[in-house]
């Protein structure tokens, strides 16, 4: 086979990952809680994490302020959070952005929002989260019951079969809410 048809069917095989072309990040703000995950996710920053939760709100430069939470070693384990922040480098791209969280090993991490839910409250309510690499893959969800009640079969779908999460590690995973003690603030 030449060099060409190699490289095509490579880009066959591995579906390109798309962000979405528009975001109002107003209706992106506010508490998100991990409905599902790759398990890179779980092997690496969210080893033994339960109950994984993310806020976002705007700093005062603009930017994006990042606040999360888990519990670790069970869904009532002791309560861990990492702050950091988030902006949109290329407002071309407003799907793709850049986040950073204190004390990480990284300087900027690659977030990507590849397909959005619709919004009701004037909030999204799911959210596909990835990155060029598709290792790392995040559901995040405005409310964990009723994710699972009207959303869960066509994310995972979409997940699965159109984005073509479906290697072993970074394929979609639950992450349940059952059992989890709340955090103080919730609502
Ligand atoms: C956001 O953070 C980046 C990286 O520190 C910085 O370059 C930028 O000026 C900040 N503010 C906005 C509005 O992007
Ligand atoms: C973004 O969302 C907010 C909250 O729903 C809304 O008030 C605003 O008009 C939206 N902005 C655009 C440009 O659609």
Request: charged share 15%; aromatic share 14%; with cysteine.
């Given at each position: 086979m030449n060099k060409l048809i190699i490289v095509v069917l490579l880009g066959l095989a591995s579906a390109q990952l798309q962000s979405v072309q528009t975001l109002n990040v107003t209706?992106?703000?506010?508490?998100?809680y991990e409905v599902a995950s790759s398990p890179w996710v779980h092997l690496t920053f969210e080893k033994d994490a339960y109950?994984?939760?993310?806020?976002y709100g705007v700093q005062s430069d603009g930017n994006l302020s990042v606040l999360n939470m888990e519990r670790y070693g069970s869904p009532s384990g002791e309560i861990k959070e990492i702050t950091g922040y988030a902006y949109i480098p290329n407002p071309e791209q407003p799907g793709q952005l850049k986040v950073h969280l204190d004390g990480a090993p990284f300087?900027?991490?690659?977030?990507w929002?590849?397909?959005?839910g619709p919004v009701k409250n004037e909030q999204y309510q799911w959210a596909i989260v990835s990155e060029p690499s598709k290792f790392f893959m995040w559901?995040?969800?405005?409310?964990?019951?009723?994710y699972n009640l009207l959303y869960k079969t066509q994310v995972q779908n979409t997940v699965t079969n159109t984005l073509q999460f479906d290697g072993?590690?970074?394929q979609y995973v639950a992450r349940p809410w059952t059992g989890c003690v709340p955090y103080s603030d919730s609502q």
């Amino acid at each position: 086979m030449n060099k060409l048809i190699i490289v095509v069917l490579l880009g066959l095989a591995s579906a390109q990952l798309q962000s979405v072309q528009t975001l109002n990040v107003t209706q992106y703000l506010g508490n998100w809680y991990e409905v599902a995950s790759s398990p890179w996710v779980h092997l690496t920053f969210e080893k033994d994490a339960y109950c994984t939760r993310a806020t976002y709100g705007v700093q005062s430069d603009g930017n994006l302020s990042v606040l999360n939470m888990e519990r670790y070693g069970s869904p009532s384990g002791e309560i861990k959070e990492i702050t950091g922040y988030a902006y949109i480098p290329n407002p071309e791209q407003p799907g793709q952005l850049k986040v950073h969280l204190d004390g990480a090993p990284f300087e900027y991490a690659d977030y990507w929002i590849v397909q959005l839910g619709p919004v009701k409250n004037e909030q999204y309510q799911w959210a596909i989260v990835s990155e060029p690499s598709k290792f790392f893959m995040w559901v995040l969800a405005r409310d964990p019951v009723e994710y699972n009640l009207l959303y869960k079969t066509q994310v995972q779908n979409t997940v699965t079969n159109t984005l073509q999460f479906d290697g072993r590690f970074n394929q979609y995973v639950a992450r349940p809410w059952t059992g989890c003690v709340p955090y103080s603030d919730s609502q």
